[in-house]
C-alpha cells in the first residue's frame, strides 16, 4: 500500500505538470527534477544523523549535548523536517531566483533610463537638424546610428551557386539571401561584450568587422574567414576580426555585423536616432515638427508599448510572489504537522528531563536549538538546491548570465529558521507548561 501511494504521488505530478504544460517529456522531467531534489534532501537528512551521532562533541554544554542528541534519537524528526522545510525553502529560492532571470534582464521604461522614441529613415543631410530640433525640446539623444543596407556575396571565396553544389558546405543558404543592415563605429557599446578577436578595425589595407556571436555560430565562421559584401552594386572584402555578445532585450538598435569607421561613410545610408519623451505632450510636439520640417522621418513612440510591457511583467512578478507565498504556507502546514506528531514523545522526553533536575529555561533552550538547527540546515540545503538549478536554467533554457542575488537568499533562510523555531517551540508548549505528575498519570 505504501508504494502504490507513492506511485499515485508521482503520477498526479506527472499529470498535474502535463496539464499546465501539454508536454508530457516536460512534465516527465519536472517530476524526474522534483523528485532528484527529494531524493538529494533525504540523504542530506541521513547523512546529518550519521554526523552527528559519528562526531558527537561530548564536551559540549548540556543544552547542546541534549539538543545535538535530539537530532537521531528514536522518533527524532531530522529526516522529515529536512526533507520537508528544505524543499520549501528549495521552491521558494527557486521562484525568487528565476524572477530575477525573467526580469533582471529586461531594462524598460520603469528604470527612467530607456529609450521611449525611435526616429528613423533620417538623411545624412537631414541629422543635423533632427539633433537640433530634439535638443530644442531638452530631450536627450540616447543613441545615434547610421544603417547601411547590403547583402553577402561570397565567403571565403564560395558564393551561393557554388554553396548549393557542395553538400559538404555548411553555411546556409539564408546566409546569400537575406539583406545585412550594418553600422560603422571603432568600438563597442554598453550592450555589447567582446568574445574573440577585437573590436572592428582597420589594418593594413583590410578591412575587419565584428560579428554577433550566435550568428557567427550560425554562419559556421572562423576568425579570418572573409567575406565578401555588396553595398548597392560596389563590392566591399572584409575580414571576421571578432565576435561578441548582444543585450538584444534593450530598448536600443543592435547590430549582427559592424564594420570599423572610415569604410562606410560615403555609401547610401540613413540614421537612427533614440530619445526619451516625458510625457505625451511632448511626444506631439516633437512629432508635429518632425512633420513640419522633416516629413520622411517616421517616429515610433514606444512608450505605450513600453508601458504594457511594464504591467504584464509586473503581473509575472506578482504570479511569482503569490506562488512563494503559497509555498511558504505549505511549508508552514507541514511543519507544524511534523512537530505534532512527535508532541507526545517530547512530552515524555521532558517529564523524564525534569525528574532528573532540568529547568524549564533548560528544556526551552533544548527545544530552540534544536529547531534552529534543523530550520537553519534545511534552508541552506534547499538554497543551495535551488542555486544549482537556476544554474542549470540560465545555462541552458534561457541562456543568460547567472548571477543571483545573495540578498533573497539571505532573507529566505533567515525567515524560514526562524518560522521553524517559533513553530517547533509553539507546537510544544505544552512540554514546558504540563506538569510531569499529568504526563505520568496519563501515562499510567
Known amino acids: 500500500m505504501r508504494w502504490l501511494v507513492y506511485l499515485l504521488v508521482l503520477g498526479f505530478i506527472v499529470g498535474f505538470a502535463y496539464l499546465q504544460t501539454k508536454n508530457l517529456m516536460l512534465a516527465v522531467g519536472f517530476t524526474v527534477g522534483l523528485t532528484i531534489a527529494f531524493g538529494v534532501l533525504t540523504a542530506l537528512g541521513l547523512g546529518l544523523i550519521w554526523l552527528v551521532r559519528r562526531f558527537f562533541p561530548t564536551s559540549w554544554s548540556y543544552v547542546w549535548r541534549q539538543s545535538l ?11 522529515i523536517l529536512v526533507t520537508s522545510i528544505g524543499l520549501g525553502a528549495f521552491l521558494i529560492a527557486t521562484l525568487y531566483l528565476t524572477q530575477g532571470l525573467l526580469l533582471g534582464r529586461v531594462e524598460l521604461s520603469g528604470s527612467g533610463k530607456q529609450p521611449n522614441m525611435v526616429l528613423f529613415d533620417i538623411q545624412n543631410e537631414q541629422i543635423n537638424g533632427v539633433r537640433a ?59 555589447e561584450k567582446l568574445t574573440s578577436g577585437k573590436a572592428p578595425y582597420q589594418a593594413d589595407g583590410n ?16 576568425l579570418g574567414d572573409t567575406l565578401n559584401f555588396n ?13 561578441r555578445e548582444v543585450e538584444w532585450n534593450r530598448v536600443q538598435t543592435n547590430f549582427l555585423v559592424i564594420f570599423p569607421s572610415g569604410v ?60 512563494a507565498l503559497f509555498s511558504i504556507l505549505t511549508g508552514l502546514l507541514v511543519l507544524a504537522s511534523s512537530v505534532v506528531i512527535s508532541k507526545y514523545q517530547r512530552l515524555r522526553e521532558s517529564v523524564l528531563l525534569r525528574t532528573l533536575g532540568a529547568s524549564r529555561e533548560q528544556i526551552l533552550s533544548i527545544t530552540v536549538v534544536e529547531y534552529g538547527l534543523l530550520g537553519l540546515l534545511s534552508a541552506l540545503s534547499g538554497i543551495l538546491l535551488s542555486i544549482v538549478g537556476t544554474w542549470a536554467l540560465a545555462r541552458f533554457v534561457f541562456e543568460v548570465p547567472y548571477r543571483p542575488d545573495a540578498i533573497p537568499l539571505v532573507i529566505v533562510t533567515a525567515v524560514v529558521t526562524t518560522l521553524t523555531v517559533l513553530i517547533g517551540v509553539f507546537n510544544s508548549r505544552e512540554v514546558l507548561t504540563r506538569p510531569p505528575l499529568d504526563v505520568l498519570r496519563a501515562e499510567g
Open 69 to 79: 542528541a535530539n537530532l537521531y534519537r528514536p522518533n527524532n524528526q531530522t529526516l
Open 133 to 191: 530640433l530634439v535638443t530644442a525640446q531638452k530631450l536627450p539623444i540616447l543613441q545615434e546610428a547610421p544603417i547601411v543596407t547590403m547583402r553577402l556575396s561570397d565567403i571565403n571565396g564560395k558564393t551561393t551557386d557554388l554553396t548549393r553544389k557542395d553538400t559538404t558546405q555548411k553555411t546556409p543558404k539564408w546566409a546569400f539571401t537575406r539583406e545585412y543592415r550594418v553600422t560603422y563605429r571603432d568600438s563597442l557599446i554598453s550592450s
Open 207 to 222: 578591412i575587419y568587422i565584428s560579428i554577433e556571436k550566435d550568428f557567427f555560430d550560425r554562419m559556421h565562421l572562423k
Open 231 to 243: 553595398v548597392q552594386g560596389a563590392p566591399i572584402q572584409t575580414i571576421v576580426g571578432g565576435t
Open 264 to 323: 562606410l561613410e560615403k555609401a547610401p545610408q540613413f540614421h537612427v536616432l533614440m530619445t526619451r519623451v516625458p510625457n505625451n505632450q511632448t511626444s506631439a510636439i516633437l512629432q508635429r515638427g518632425l512633420v513640419s520640417r522633416f516629413p520622411n522621418v517616421s517616429a515610433i513612440d514606444l512608450g505605450l508599448i513600453l508601458k504594457t510591457v511594464d504591467e504584464i511583467l509586473a503581473q509575472i512578478s506578482f504570479v511569482i510572489q503569490f506562488m
